[in-house]
């Protein structure tokens, strides 16, 4: 049981340079979540998923886009790279029980230091 | 904007001390998290309280909550220097349906000298 993994762990880009960051976890969880995390700043939500096939806008979700083809990966595009985007990015994922009930925990994985010149 | 505020923003302690980290936060909420992040890797969820809760414990974590002063408090007994991190407080909301978001503090840096 990986947990949450996400890869690359470190990419340097140059501006208007496009990537896609992949986030797999293996809990079968509903939830997963997109945020980036810069100094003094805690962290930020990007963008979000309720399932499968399903996306929504966080608090900063300007200049990425997402796609969650399958139940298990949650992938973050930025598709013309800006310095502004140089940050940590970290995915996460929480449970939606049987029942409907979401559970609060979020689990995240060890995050995607991205730089942009 | 940020929700939870975490006081102070860094905290320096000897080895067996106590710590006491607070977090304010602005809006009802359903449940306030508290998370751990050593340096260069990811958060750790380290215990939820609800907001029909006043004091949970985990361990040497002891959490209250102040519903009517909007703030909640993270006690570590008993300190190592394993504990030396930064410490998030979460806020949790469900604001209709699925649309449940935690939003972060800015964290409080412990560190803890052996």
């Given amino acids: ?117 | 904007s940020q929700q939870g505020e975490e006081d102070p923003q860094a905290l320096s302690i000897q080895e067996g001390e106590n710590a006491t980290m607070n977090c304010s936060y602005k809006t009802s909420i359903n449940n306030l998290q508290w998370y751990r992040q050593n340096s260069g890797r990811g958060l750790v969820h380290l215990i939820l309280i609800r907001s029909n809760e006043r004091e949970k414990h985990s361990g040497r974590l002891r959490v209250t909550l102040d519903t009517s002063k909007k703030s909640s408090s993270l006690l570590i007994t008993a300190s190592r220097a394993a504990d030396t991190a930064s410490y998030f407080c979460a806020t949790g909301l469900n604001s209709g349906g699925s649309n449940y978001k935690l939003t972060f503090g800015k964290g409080t840096l412990l560190t803890v000298n052996p």
């Fill in chain 1, 1 to 117: 049981n990986a947990g949450v993994t996400q890869t690359p762990k470190f990419r340097v880009l140059k501006t208007g340079q496009s990537m896609t960051l992949l986030c797999a976890q293996d809990m079968n969880h509903e939830y997963m979540y997109w945020y980036r995390q810069d100094p003094g700043m805690g962290l930020r939500l990007i963008h979000y998923s309720v399932g499968e096939g399903t996306t929504a806008k966080g608090e900063v979700p300007d200049g990425y886009n997402v796609s969650r083809l399958k139940k298990q990966n949650f992938l973050l595009g930025l598709e013309s790279a800006a310095p502004s985007q140089t940050s940590v990015y970290f995915c996460a994922s929480r449970l939606l029980t049987s029942s409907g009930r979401a559970i609060g925990t979020q689990y995240f994985g060890p995050g995607t230091r991205l730089l942009v010149l």
